[in-house]
């Protein structure tokens, strides 16, 4: 988008700019404020007033003076509305109510048995009903569903292919509007989850951050330049994808050698035999008994992770990858050697301040990124480029 100087555009990205201005950094005077953005104080003022009006941001009582009058403070009014975030897994559905600000006021889970798309969609708009039942009385209510599916997802709300669900081309976007009358994100989950990372977890301060989440399948958010990154139609991030052994395996996705099939829960089929239990939470139990078989799965996961992550790091040069999805619970196995790949191939510069961690959020950077994404859809993230 080419920004032009129509006046109404230029007032809706400055008002934007001083919202999030105030959201991000608690306690702003309005000179503060001023000086921050670099708009002119008359600009602030306004705008400042159109934003309480509209009960976004609340004025308090009187911060820090450097003498003459003591300014008044303003603060974001994280709860002038509700959104809802919801992570679809292969397993079971999971979902929070939170406030403008991604802080959880409920938290709801229900297992999936079948994932024949009528049925998921049953369950969700019962856990969906039930947790706007739930929510507070706020000036503009539940605002927004955010959800995270894991599938590609295109710009309109279109899940286009999600192989561990059987799905295509589900109009999932539409229907829950349908039904509910809110505004709807669907994103990929690990978008989703880099999301919740980036400005809830470990990601806070951080630019250039690659969340791999590792669990059915491996797929990457990628935030560039504090931004997420989704290709030119919404489908970057399959890395689960990205080819580590050039004549290995055949994958469902028609190419063979895919890194997913080493390093996700699809390894389990690679060693079928020698495993003594399919389940991560199970062989994550056995592993923490002692059992050898299940250690070793573990760590023989965390060096094909180390390659594929090398891979990246290489590519992406980040300053912070965040590892998650289901996977990350079995950390204590897969850490040493996922690191020693990465210290043993990575290319010397790219190595530097680079830090490579496991989810902070663990299994909830999902949802609670699909809930931020539907919050800031409410709140309007309008980006100056030129
Ligand atoms: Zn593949």
Redesign the pocket.
């Known amino acids: 988008m080419k920004v032009t100087g129509d006046q109404a555009l230029v007032k809706k990205i400055n008002k934007s700019l001083i919202l999030h201005t105030i959201r991000k950094h608690p306690e702003l005077s309005r000179a503060r404020i001023s000086e921050m953005t670099g708009l002119n104080k008359a600009t602030v003022s306004n705008l400042v007033a159109e934003l309480l009006e509209e009960q976004l941001v609340l004025e308090a009582g009187p911060g820090e003076s450097s003498g003459g009058r003591k300014p008044l403070i303003l603060h974001f009014n994280a709860m002038a509305g509700c959104v809802v975030g919801m992570e679809l897994r292969v397993k079971h559905l999971t979902a929070v109510l939170c406030n403008l600000n991604g802080a959880v006021l409920y938290e709801t889970e229900l297992p999936l048995d079948q994932h024949d798309f009528p049925s998921v969609l049953e369950n969700m708009k019962t856990m969906l009903t039930g947790l706007i039942a739930m929510a507070p009385t706020t000036h503009y209510g539940v605002v927004g569903i955010g959800v995270g599916v894991p599938g590609m997802v295109d710009e309109d709300g279109v899940v286009l292919f999600a192989p561990n669900l059987s799905w295509e081309k589900v109009h999932l976007r539409e229907l829950l509007e349908e039904s509910f009358s809110i505004p709807v994100i669907i994103d990929n989950e690990a978008n989703s989850g880099a999301l919740g990372e980036l400005n809830f977890g470990r990601g806070e301060d951080v630019r250039h951050l690659l969340y791999v989440s590792a669990g059915s399948g491996i797929g990457s958010g990628i935030i560039i330049g504090g931004e997420l990154y989704k290709g030119s139609r919404g489908y970057a991030g399959e890395t689960g ?1 990205m080819c580590i052994e050039a004549e290995g395996t055949p ?3 028609g ?1 063979r050698g ?1 890194w997913e099939l080493y390093a996700s829960e699809k390894a389990y089929d690679l060693a079928a035999m020698e495993l003594p239990a399919y389940h991560t939470p199970e062989l994550i139990r056995l592993a923490a008994d002692g059992n050898a078989a299940a250690r070793q799965q573990f760590e023989v996961m965390g060096s094909y992770l180390g390659i594929g992550l090398t891979n990246l790091i290489n590519g992406f040069n980040p300053e912070l990858i965040v590892i998650g999805g289901a996977l990350s619970d079995a950390r204590k196995w897969l850490e040493g050697p996922m690191q020693q790949v990465v210290a043993e191939r990575t290319l010397p510069y790219h190595k530097q301040q680079l830090e490579i961690a496991f989810s902070t959020l663990g299994s909830r950077a999902t949802m609670i990124g699909a809930g931020f994404s539907a919050a800031m859809h409410f709140l309007g993230h309008t980006r100056v480029m030129v």
């Open positions: 994808h994958c469902s996705c190419s895919c």
